[in-house]
């Protein structure tokens, strides 16, 4: 065999050994890619669970902070699964059971051992579990319904009902930490947890915020700026508001829409305009269309 024979063969040796360690580098990487989502749901899942170990032992300050990063991991397993293109259905069902611990079992542990539910007896625990099965219940319709209406849901946010907790509890911190020690009712902390179980089943819409683009905005770069100022100066505070603010939105809207007669656009409205475009038969243009045509046919 002649020298370059030899020469041409190693060569070929080498890009076939690369060749295999390219591919072995990609399947790393997409299996990697499509595990990422299910280990953040995991970790949503496992804050959760803390919430709750440390709610039940008269921690509720630990197990409110467990459950704000609950919400973080939340946010991200969606994203990184769209990112990674790794959608799934089994994704969907396993997030929505971690978000059932996090966001419908962990706030109602927390509300009924610093809410002092546990006082009223078998009235405190029915009433926290009313909570919790609103929870599951919306959890349970988002996923067989995208909603009603565009850019709505359908009920309060389970994330948005734990987080009104989790800043109730933090609001108290607050005043108690400026010497305004307030001691709740444990009948007032009851009847806000039921309000907020009852929302999340509601039909009233709430803003999912889809629609609101703060790219290449400057006044709203600078409010994003000084809402985040605002919040960590004061999360205490801020947080509460902000929370309190939105749940009352739902309703209010709703009631001013009633008012003043306006109605929200319906989900899938344009899609099913253009589907009807798309499907509509190419005809001639006739003449005649070109002239308008009485009101009366147009109502038709």
């Not at 709505?152 to 609001?171: E, H, K, N, Q, Y």
């Not at 739902?250 to 798309?278: D, I, K």
Request: a positive charge; proline letters at 5%; aromatic letters at 10%.
């Amino acid at each position: 065999m002649s020298l370059r024979a030899v020469e041409n063969e190693r060569a070929n040796r080498r890009r076939g050994r690369r060749r295999r360690r390219g591919r072995r580098s990609r399947t790393a990487v997409g299996t990697f890619g499509s595990l990422l989502p299910s280990l953040l749901t995991t970790c949503n899942l496992a804050a959760g669970f803390f919430a709750i170990v440390r709610a039940s032992i008269g921690d509720p300050l630990t197990a409110s902070y467990a459950i704000f990063v609950a919400a973080v991991f939340d946010m991200l397993d969606g994203r990184a699964a769209r990112l990674t293109g790794s959608e799934s259905r089994f994704g969907a069902e396993y997030d929505s059971i971690a978000d059932t611990v996090s966001f419908g079992l962990a706030p109602a542990v927390i509300a009924f051992h610093s809410g002092g539910l546990i006082e009223m007896q078998w009235a405190g625990w029915v009433m926290a579990f009313v909570y919790t099965a609103c929870g599951s219940l919306r959890l349970a319709r988002f996923n067989v319904s995208s909603g009603r209406y565009r850019d709505r849901f359908d009920g309060l946010p389970t994330p948005a009902a734990a987080g009104m907790v989790v800043s109730t509890v933090w609001f108290g911190g607050f005043l108690h930490d400026h010497g305004l020690g307030f001691s709740m009712p444990p009948v007032m902390a009851a009847v806000g947890l039921v309000l907020l179980g009852l929302m999340m089943v509601s039909p009233v819409p709430y803003r999912t915020f889809k629609e609101v683009n703060v790219r290449g905005s400057y006044s709203a770069t600078v409010l994003m700026v000084i809402m985040t100022l605002v919040l960590i100066l004061e999360p205490g505070v801020s947080f509460f508001a902000i929370g309190l603010a939105y749940v009352l939105s739902g309703p209010l809207a709703w009631w001013w829409r009633r008012r003043t007669g306006r109605m929200l656009e319906a989900a899938g409205s344009e899609a099913s305009a253009a589907e009807n475009a798309a499907a509509a038969p190419d005809v001639p243009e006739d003449p005649d269309e070109r002239t308008p045509k009485p009101e009366r046919w147009t109502d038709e």
